[in-house]
């Protein structure tokens, strides 16, 4: 019977060929170490080398910075010294430039490495190289005859040689299908000792190579300029390469891979959680915030751990119960994190006997983090106030839905992150928006120059990455962004699709009547506070263009809102004229849909027509904003046309409401 294989739509092409075709039986590492799936042979033959008194290593010069990278993190009494003989590599079928003067093997090696540059995240190591050279712990050399290149790749340790077509890079090591055979001292004895017979004939050969490595490494390591180093900086920082092998050590996970933008975004919240003291987390849905979550709290525990700064070493989670709760639980327990789950429902309802425990744990918490932290932008509620009386050094806030209703929601976030590491000048500005909020009841209009201030403040201690932006990441490296069942993930493209709503001729005559209707409106329901010119802006604004610019823009929101609730529904328009609690009645809805009623535009127009506030612009107002009695007026004439809106909108047939339902459904 033929088996059918079930192929992943973004498969490797060589994974793809080895399912179809049934090409599953490898030989074992440790004799033939190779790059496939999950093998490495960089698990086979690192070790034996650093397990080894005396290793030597035969590869290409183009592997100079895996070698750093491994030698420079080997301990500090074993080996007790490394050999490092460094070969060439093939010569290019084509050049890109023709001459009779052939370079000389350092100086291929020197010009090689200068134009490619090496990464930041090695400076300090290969300033330990250099002291291993200078220390006589690491010996380099080469082989000069240029009739007879060295183009072998031997690793020899003390119980191991492992011979092959793998560099000593990462490519070799990790990525590449590579053919290597391993030959032990105890299982194949003959095989090993010629083998590392081989590569000390090699050795023998080679010449002192220590000078010239030693200044390459100085040239490596030269004065740049400023922007260059600013931008291979930032380049490394956003990358998260220089956290990869730090997550990779200290975490103890099973063997699910994080994904890079995983990588990348812990990298990017330590260095916050470094800098700022604090964090928000608010990439797309569906990005892997919990996995990655769970990482870069565990990454913070140990970090503070590392310091020396452990207080009370706990971690407490605030997040909604059920599965969400579940899935932090599963993630802390992969990564080895002592996780406290704490519910929001518990710490919503003061009256629950957990109540006072859950705040207790929060005001322990060495760490806290706060997931789905757009529910605690309200200052006043019980579940926003419990968290304000946290004593935690560190302060993590995940969200998938972006904080986007003004100044206000930054205010709260950046209340519950903490401003003990913003700068002076930042927290002048906040608490200067603060104040003017609260004069102006919640409603508050920036300067240009404030905004920009206040995003480049945000910025600082947010992780945001859109789902265009992670779709690139998954573009650049597919095979990386597996879920656990090994089934690539990237968002889908979007595609607007129209359809028919169904309604009739007649609908759509009082649609019209409605739409005519609410462009005589004046806004005089978004004007009832008054119209007067903000302290901040006198002296910068014209009052008349200020008049004018207030009066459009209430006209303009009172029909916008209008029209964006009758596209919603009837009862979305409803709810706007009267009130949740009568709409709910109208259209027999008995359980409760909202905390709080909304809308009643006409009621609260209703209650402003005896109320003409007074303002400093008297003198240059339309009369309905200052006589009482034209006032009045005005108001009855607007409440006027809003019940004729609500007249024509109680005509309306359902077979709108009907077609989306029935497309919601199909």
């Known amino acids: 019977m033929r088996k059918y294989i079930q192929l992943g739509l973004f498969d490797d092409a060589v994974e793809t060929r080895a399912n179809l075709h049934g090409v599953d039986d490898w030989p074992a590492m440790e004799r033939f170490p190779h790059n496939f799936r999950k093998n490495r042979v960089e698990q086979v033959v690192l070790q034996d080398l650093s397990q080894s008194l005396s290793p030597l290593i035969i590869t290409g010069f183009t592997s100079l910075d895996y070698i750093i990278d491994f030698v420079a993190d080997l301990p500090v009494n074993k080996p007790e010294k490394i050999r490092l003989l460094l070969g060439s590599e093939p010569s290019p079928a084509r ?20 134009n490619a540059g090496i990464s930041l995240r090695l400076c300090y190591k290969i300033i330990l190289i250099m002291e291993m050279i200078r220390d006589s712990r690491l010996q380099s050399r080469y082989i000069s005859d240029e009739k007879h290149r060295l183009h ?14 793998s560099n000593f890079s990462y490519t070799g090591m990790r990525k590449q299908l590579e053919a290597n055979a391993r030959f032990q001292s105890i299982k194949e004895p003959k095989r090993y000792r010629e083998a590392k017979q081989l590569a000390e004939n090699f050795w023998a050969l080679g010449e002192d190579y220590n000078n010239h490595l030693l200044g390459l490494l100085q040239q490596l390591l030269k004065v740049v300029t400023w922007q260059e180093a600013l ?35 812990i990298a990017q919240s330590l260095w916050m959680v470094e800098n700022i003291g604090s964090v928000l987390v608010a990439d797309a849905t569906g990005s892997g915030k919990t996995r990655m979550g769970a990482h870069l709290l565990r990454a913070v ?3 503070i751990w590392s310091t020396g700064r452990v207080r009370k070493d706990i971690t407490a989670l605030v997040c909604p119960p059920g599965t969400v709760e579940e899935a932090w639980s599963r993630e802390a327990a992969e990564c080895g994190l002592p996780l406290k789950t704490l519910s929001h429902g518990i710490l919503s309802h003061r009256g629950s006997d957990k109540h006072e425990d859950v705040i207790k744990v929060i005001r322990r918490a060495q760490c806290l983090a706060i997931d789905e932290a757009h529910n605690f932008l309200n200052p006043n509620s019980s579940r926003t106030r419990g968290l304000h009386g946290n004593m935690a050094d560190v302060v993590v806030m995940f969200t998938a839905t972006p904080i986007n209703k003004g100044v206000r929601d930054l205010l709260r976030i950046v209340d519950l992150l903490g401003a003990d590491n913003l700068e002076e000048s930042a927290l002048a500005l906040f608490h ?32 945001r990455r859109t789902k265009s932006m992670l779709n690139i990441m998954v573009d650049q490296d597919p095979g990386s962004f597996c879920d656990d069942r090994g089934i690539r993930c990237r ?34 329901v978004n004007l009832k506070s008054g119209l007067d010119m903000p302290e901040y802006l006198q002296g910068i604004i014209d009052e008349k263009t200020y008049i004018r610019g207030r009066l459009q823009g209430a006209k303009g929101l009172a029909l916008y809102n209008i029209m964006s609730r009758l596209r919603s529904s009837k009862a979305a328009l409803i709810e706007h004229l009267l009130g949740t609690e009568e709409a709910s009645q109208r259209f027999g809805i008995k359980e409760k849909i909202k905390n709080e009623d909304t809308g009643n535009v006409l009621g609260s127009l209703k209650g402003s027509a005896d109320f003409v506030q007074p303002s400093s612009l008297k003198d240059m107002l339309p009369s309905w904003l200052t006589d009482h009695e034209e006032h009045r007026q005005a108001v009855f004439k607007e409440v006027s046309i809003y019940e004729k809106i609500l007249h024509r909108v109680d005509k309306m047939s359902d077979l709108r409401e009907r077609s989306k339902a029935k497309q919601l459904s199909s």
């Open 152 to 165: 072998s790749k031997l690793y020899v340790g003390d119980d191991a040689v492992t011979v092959g077509s």
């Open 95 to 114: 050049r890109a430039e023709y001459s009779l003067k052939k370079k000389k093997f350092p100086q291929e090696v020197t010009d090689y490495w200068l």
């Open 231 to 265: 931008g291979r900086a930032c380049g490394e920082l956003l990358e998260g390469e220089w956290a990869e092998k730090y997550i990779k050590t200290h975490m103890a996970s099973s063997d699910k891979e994080l994904w890079p933008s995983q990588k990348a975004g």
């Open 301 to 303: 525990m140990d970090r």
């Open 432 to 463: 200067r928006l603060e104040k003017r909020m609260n004069k102006q009841s919640g409603q508050l209009i920036m300067k240009r120059e404030e905004r920009l201030e206040m995003q480049k403040e945000v910025q600082r201690f947010t992780l």
């Open 491 to 524: 968002y889908p493209e979007h595609r607007t699709k129209t359809y028919p709503t169904g309604e009739d001729y007649r609908d759509q005559q009082l649609a019209e009547q409605i739409r005519e209707l609410a462009g005589q409106l004046k806004g005089l």
